[in-house]
């Protein structure tokens, strides 16, 4: 039996590769406190799980969905967009569900890359960006996100002769791993970029609703001509812990989403229609979910900075996001240091370089973590310190 050399091509799912680490560790007894994954530990809110119980028994929503979501539903996501960001879309051309912005940002691939092309992917990324671009069978080009840039990619440091290959780039503020937020600035330059040079611009906004310290996330559509080369990747996953029922949205110009909507028709069927109605309610209420969420990670944030202060690692608050994006100890490796985290600590943490080679040197923690495991954590930091 021969499999697709595209499959071959792959490295293992890098989350994957970490729960059967933490599996392995409980098998043999130990008390591991998990900062993996991404996915938040408090429940989905009582009233939008009411309007899937409710929907679940109309017969109506037993059938086929359409794959690009219902009309209700393109309609509350640009409600949405337009109550939120004060940007205005049209429901039939513009907005699109997803099957989780996963399945978008896997599928958009399909829909703008033919093999030979470029993609224009930052490194350290969220994988599925350079993972869809493979199996589409296109190359990426990765933009180093350091520190000295603020994790912004430089866009003068990309080559001529790349530029010229490039159909699409791909960026996600605030951003998964670093934290980092992008300024005003930085939006224009892209969008006059990605016009001047015929590229695609990819935003995945997937953390732009948990933002801390008054600051407040922007959607590419407020700034001028976004409309003209881009669409916005969007989640419910984080803002309404909603990542097991799979919502998101993509939003912007027309012909793209349309040519992704052409993607997904013939691949998927779209999401269930009883979750479509969860997510009309979760974005047709106040804001007081989101806003409760915002308390309880802020409150972790601060609480894990002090301890791993006091552990000696040197952290920046993040201004939005799930994640503190950590510099490793001089004499470690992003693996190394993990390794010794989980070793001597039995704290799971990700190391950088799994989200691509300019994420070395770094850990990952996210603070989807339950405040009791926090509290766990901290007193295990707290019982050590690497100065000493
Ligand atoms: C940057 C980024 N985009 C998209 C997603 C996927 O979100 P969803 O749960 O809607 O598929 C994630 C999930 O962790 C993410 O980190």
Known sequence: ?????????????????????????????RDIVDFGIGDPDIPTPNFIVDALIDEAKNPVNHQYPESDGM?????????????????????????????GAKEGVGHAAFAF???????????????????????????????????????????????DNVIRKSKVMWINYPNNPTGAIADDKFYNEVIEFGIKNNIIILHDAAYSEITFDGYRAPSIMEFPKAKDISIEFHSLSKAYNMTGWRVGSVVGNT???????????????????????????ALNSDNSVVSENIEIYKTRRDRLISALELFG?????PKAGLYLWIKVPSGHT???????????LDIVVTPGNGFGDSGEGYIRLSLTTPDSDIEKAIERLESVNLNI
């Open 334 to 344: 992003s693996s190394s240091f993990t390794e010794y985290l989980l070793e001597n």
């Open 71 to 99: 009309p209700e539903l393109r309609e509350a996501i640009a409600n949405w967009y337009k109550k939120r960001f004060d940007v205005n879309l049209d429901p039939s051309s513009e907005v699109i569900s997803l099957i």
């Open 313 to 317: 690692l040197e952290v920046n608050a």
């Open 255 to 281: 012909e793209l989403i349309s040519a992704l909507t052409t993607i997904k028709s013939n691949l998927d069927s779209g999401l269930p229609q009883a979750i479509q109605h969860m997510a009309i309610s």
């Open 113 to 159: 890359l033919d093999p030979g092309d470029i993609a224009l992917v930052p490194d350290p990324h969220y994988p599925v960006y350079s993972r869809g671009t493979w199996f589409a069978g296109a190359e990426c080009h990765f933009m180093p996100l350091i520190e000295k840039n603020n994790f912004l990619p430089d866009l003068a440091a990309i080559p």
């Open 1 to 29: 039996m021969n499999i697709s050399k595209r499959i071959n091509k792959i490295p293992p799912y890098l989350f994957f590769e970490i729960s059967k680490k933490i599996k392995k560790a409980q098998s043999e007894g």
